[in-house]
Nanobody
Framework: QVQLVESGGGLVQAGGSLRLSCAAA????????MGWFRQAPGKEREFVAS????????YYADSVKGRFTISRDNAKNTVYLQMNRLKSEDTAVYYC??????????????????WGQGTQVTVSS
């Protein structure tokens, strides 16, 4: 069984930064791609960023490109999302997901097998 636990969310002013972490329990973390999604109130869950098994390939939604950076530390079984220049429209619950594939080129919820419980990010304007 794979468990994913997100942390690092909180309240931040517009223009500020936050770093989200997603710690994975279970074996073979380094074999699989990981992703971050978010869901704002009244909206569907949307893709934010993803990373392949090694960290060598990353993918971003246009809305966060240039502001967010996804990375991973396979020795710590952790994936990160560094969020800079935050905007009020970034307010959402952020979820990390794990794929059953090593490729990070996956932008749909159905491409991910395991999910964390989410962490709230609130950006005040």
């Amino acid at each position: 069984q794979v468990q994913l636990v997100e942390s690092g969310g909180g309240l931040v002013q517009a223009g500020g930064s936050l770093r989200l972490s997603c710690a994975a329990a279970g074996r073979t973390f380094s074999s699989y791609a990981m992703g971050w999604f978010r869901q704002a109130p009244g909206k569907e869950r949307e893709f934010v960023a993803s990373i392949n098994w090694s960290g060598g390939s990353t993918y971003y939604a246009d809305s966060v490109k240039g502001r967010f950076t996804i990375s991973r530390d396979n020795a710590k079984n952790t994936v990160y999302l560094q969020m800079n220049r935050l905007k009020s429209e970034d307010t959402a619950v952020y979820y990390c997901g794990r794929r059953a594939s090593s490729s990070g080129a996956a932008y749909r919820e159905v491409d991910y097998v395991y999910w964390g419980q989410g962490t709230q990010v609130t950006v005040s304007s």
